[in-house]
């Protein structure tokens, strides 16, 4: 059964501002900058000092506050999840990020929130836990990622066919996840362990967009150091 | 439309269930209901959601579909014709969307069950969080009959539910929601004129016998 696509097609060329408030070591803004350069959407994006946030920030997301936040022609959408599906229903040229099959939506909306949810919100807890309480946050977080595992063997992509949204909302497994657990000096997240993420990962990496949307390494070990010593001596 | 399908596995008093039966009704869809017993759940209940192994869960022609709001978006797509929940605009859409995260977030979350499963401090600052959010909702809802305009929309669906929770919330914390919040009061007594509604939510005399009796389960005063 395909549902009808009744949305407004714009391609790139239209009257169009297209904005990104983001921190460039956040995953969920990198989604959002990954959306817009696989549809070929130009915008101006702007850095957050997430300790100190901008007046504009607040603005277009007064209820969280927080970024990602996209802002197209004035309209203010926040919500990585939200602003994934905001971009492809705006923005009807490929690739297309989610299926036309109502099915394939739900089982892609419904892994999206699986790594929203649960692998990302118990990464947090690992990064902020030690002894005990840490080792529980592992072993969850891999069996988790154990399931995400399953989903993506023997498939290319995520999707099927060709990168889309939960390929996107992954992403943070390209560049983010290693460089945070090279950090904590952990090793949940192997090849060994997880060979079929690491070929979907190789995949990625042969993407230019993706590759433009890397968070750089070193700068990103030494920012996951710092927050690390700033929480730990917050908590003392 | 052929033969179609369609099983609920529910739990009574779940808002996340009551969703689903609200969306499926609006869209007048004959399906069949299936309590689960959560201290013992079915090997179908097992076997249609092996993640979470959580209700409520939605069968059509055999395949599982999973979590309330995907559910929700699923019933809208699959039966686009009747009751349209999610309006056709793009920007329309996202905030519907965002609204519904909210609700989950902040109405939902794990925080808003301490109004009625603490005490004291920790309960006193879960009110005030809890109805500073429900403010937030009647902003947004403003001078509207329902969040989707003059028909129920998804927001309404994915809110609405926890107004049968809501008699439970005032009576362990002590509290009226109507006085801090009106309007939503008002909002949910004109969602519970609809048919679709009142039958899919439970008494909420029923809700805080359950809520007693989870504290009773729990060993909170």
């Not at chain 1, 060994?192 to 890397?214: S, T």
């Not at chain 2, 808003?112 to 603490?118: D, G």
Request: charged share 30%; proline share 5%.
């Amino acid at each position: 059964m395909k549902w009808r696509t009744i949305f407004s097609s714009k391609t790139m060329g239209d009257d169009e501002e297209v904005k990104v408030f983001g921190m460039w070591a956040s995953p969920y803004s990198r989604r959002v900058e990954l959306a817009l350069k696989l549809k070929g959407i130009p915008y101006e994006y702007i850095e957050e000092d997430l300790s100190n946030k901008s007046a504009l920030l607040i603005k277009h997301n007064p209820v969280h506050q927080k970024i990602p936040v996209l802002v197209h022609n004035g309209k203010s959408i926040p919500e990585s999840l939200v602003i994934l599906e905001y971009i492809d229903e705006t923005w009807r040229n490929n690739p297309i990020l989610l299926s036309q099959d109502p099915y394939d939506r739900a089982m892609a909306r419904f892994w999206a929130k699986f790594i929203d949810e649960k692998i990302l919100s118990t990464t947090r807890k690992v990064s902020f836990t030690t002894g005990k309480e840490q080792e529980h946050a592992i072993e969850e977080v891999t069996e988790q990622l154990k399931l995400l595992e399953n989903e993506v063997k023997g498939k290319a992509y995520f999707g099927g066919e060709g990168i889309g949204y939960v390929d996107i909302v992954a992403n943070f497994l390209v560049f983010w996840f290693g460089n945070l657990q090279e950090a904590l000096g952990i090793n949940i997240f192997s090849q060994h362990k997880f060979p079929f993420i690491f070929e979907w990962i190789q995949k990625q990496l042969k993407i230019d967009m993706v590759d433009e949307c890397r968070i750089p390494k070193d700068k990103h070990l030494t920012y996951i150091q710092t927050r690390l010593a700033a929480f730990k001596s917050a908590s003392k | 439309m052929a033969d179609e399908d369609v099983v609920l596995l529910d739990f009574w008093p779940s808002p996340f269930g009551m969703r689903v039966r609200i969306a499926l009704a609006e869209k007048e869809i004959k399906y069949e209901y299936k309590e689960e017993d959560l201290r013992n759940k079915s090997d179908l209940l097992l076997k249609m959601n092996p993640i979470h192994k959580k209700i409520p869960v939605l069968i059509h022609n055999g395949k599982p579909v999973c979590e309330s709001l995907v559910q929700v978006q699923y019933i809208d797509e699959i039966w686009p014709h009747k009751s349209p929940l999610l309006p056709t605009d793009p920007y329309q859409r996202a905030i519907a969307r965002f609204w519904g995260d909210f609700v989950d977030k902040k109405i939902y979350g794990l925080e808003s069950r301490k109004v009625w499963s603490t005490k004291g401090e920790e309960q006193e600052a879960a009110k005030k969080e809890f109805i500073e959010c429900l403010k937030l909702l009647e902003g947004e809802l403003g001078n509207k009959a329902y969040f989707g305009g003059e028909n129920l929309g998804y927001v309404d669906v994915v809110l609405v539910p926890f107004y049968s929770w809501f008699y439970a919330y005032e009576k362990c914390g002590n509290f009226s929601i109507e006085t801090e919040c009106p309007k939503l009061i008002a909002w949910a007594k004109r969602c519970m004129e609809k048919d679709s509604v009142s039958k899919s939510l439970p008494d909420q005399d029923k809700i805080y016998d359950y809520v007693l009796h989870l504290k009773k389960v729990f060993g909170i005063e």
